[in-house]
């Protein structure tokens, strides 16, 4: 599995379902776009592998309109690791089925 590692910062999304995202880094992106061309799947996803802190789980990053992917962060992840808006996130994200 391709892997990354990167620190962003958590955002929460402007609307009613007050989800939270880290935005993959524009290099990192671009690699995934390169890497997964032809393989991905609803609505453009990847699915990967995450891992912050002592947290792993399996999502999928979903492309923005500016060429960059953006990485789910739920609740339990949020709470067990103490990540609150605005908070930089060290991330370790692999990429799955490649």
């Known amino acids: 599995m391709r892997a990354y590692q990167f620190t962003a910062t958590l955002w929460l999304y402007p609307g009613e379902a007050a989800w939270h995202f880290i935005t993959v880094p ?36 979903f492309p923005t309109k500016d060429g960059t992917y953006v990485l789910p962060v739920k609740k339990p992840v949020r709470v067990a690791e103490a990540l609150i808006e605005g908070s930089p996130v060290e991330t370790h994200l692999q990429l799955v089925d490649l």
């Open 26 to 61: 524009e290099e990192v992106s671009d690699e995934i776009t390169d890497l997964t061309e032809g393989r991905r799947r609803g609505f453009g996803s990847v699915r990967v592998a995450v891992t912050v802190g002592g947290s792993s789980w399996r999502t999928s990053v």
